[in-house]
């Protein structure tokens, strides 16, 4: 079956760790985001690709890092340098043809809590 | 910049009563419109879609969606809520300029029996 994978569910971190969120995809899909949800702000974006080796930063970059070394995984580090990191993160990736975006397909989610 | 305005951050309504879900968005371009829906501790879902022609859209579990132009909103109905529509549902807008998606803060749908 296609679909987004992302992991773990849960992931527990002690303050000043680095994290790695795991994100892949095997919809063959050119571009990829990462999201994440805070109870009442909805969705805000953090960082996106629309192709392999390139990324962009989105509304709230600031603590997080990104690599796109595959067409099908888009890890997400969250460094010691965010100050707020529980929430739950969602990737997503689409087409990215076209001059809009048709659709974007979503994983199910890792909740990240800090300690 | 784009926006996305949920008015409402919960609905509560009776089950097999009507609901709408209201959306205003800001744009000054043509634009991509989505409704998503989430259920508890899950990623999103899409529950309908509006790229270009008709103005009504509708999704295969009975919601629909009226792009309004001149209003620049995107509202969701049901004419009957079951208690299984009981999620979050969120409006998005594609920004043609970098690419992603811009979601509202959500209107969480609570139905009662």
């Known amino acids: 079956d296609g679909g987004i994978t992302q992991s773990p569910k849960y992931l527990f971190r002690k303050e000043g760790q680095n994290v790695t969120l795991s994100c892949e995809q095997n919809?063959?899909?050119?571009?990829m985001y990462w999201y994440r949800q805070d109870p009442g702000q909805g969705l805000r974006l953090i960082y996106y690709?629309?192709?392999?080796?390139?990324?962009q930063k989105g509304d709230i970059a600031e603590g997080y890092s990104v690599s796109r070394e595959k067409k099908e995984s888009f890890p997400l580090t969250v460094t010691s340098a965010q100050k707020n990191p529980t929430a739950f993160y969602l990737c997503?990736?689409?087409?990215?043809?076209?001059?809009?975006?048709?659709?974007?397909?979503f994983g199910p989610g890792t909740r990240l809590t800090v300690l | 910049a784009q926006s996305v305005t949920q008015l409402d951050s919960q609905v509560p309504v009776f089950e097999e009563a009507p609901v709408e879900l209201r959306c205003n968005y800001s744009?000054?371009?043509?634009?991509?419109l989505f409704w998503y829906v989430q259920y508890p501790n899950q990623g999103l879902q899409l529950l309908l879609k509006?790229?270009?022609?008709?103005?009504l859209v509708e999704s295969i579990n009975g919601f629909e969606a009226e792009f309004n132009k001149s209003q620049t909103s995107f509202h969701l109905r049901k004419p009957s809520v079951h208690i299984s529509d009981t999620a979050e549902y969120f409006c998005?807008?594609?920004?043609?300029?970098?690419?992603?998606?811009?979601f509202g803060s959500g209107t969480r749908l609570q139905v009662q029996p």
């Open positions: 744009s000054s371009v043509s634009v991509y």
């Open positions: 997503a990736s689409s087409t990215g043809q076209g001059a809009g975006v048709s659709e974007q397909f």
């Open positions: 690709s629309q192709i392999v080796n390139d990324f």
């Open positions: 998005a807008v594609s920004d043609t300029g970098r690419r992603a998606l811009t």
């Open positions: 919809l063959n899909h050119d571009a």
């Open positions: 509006y790229l270009s022609g008709s103005t």
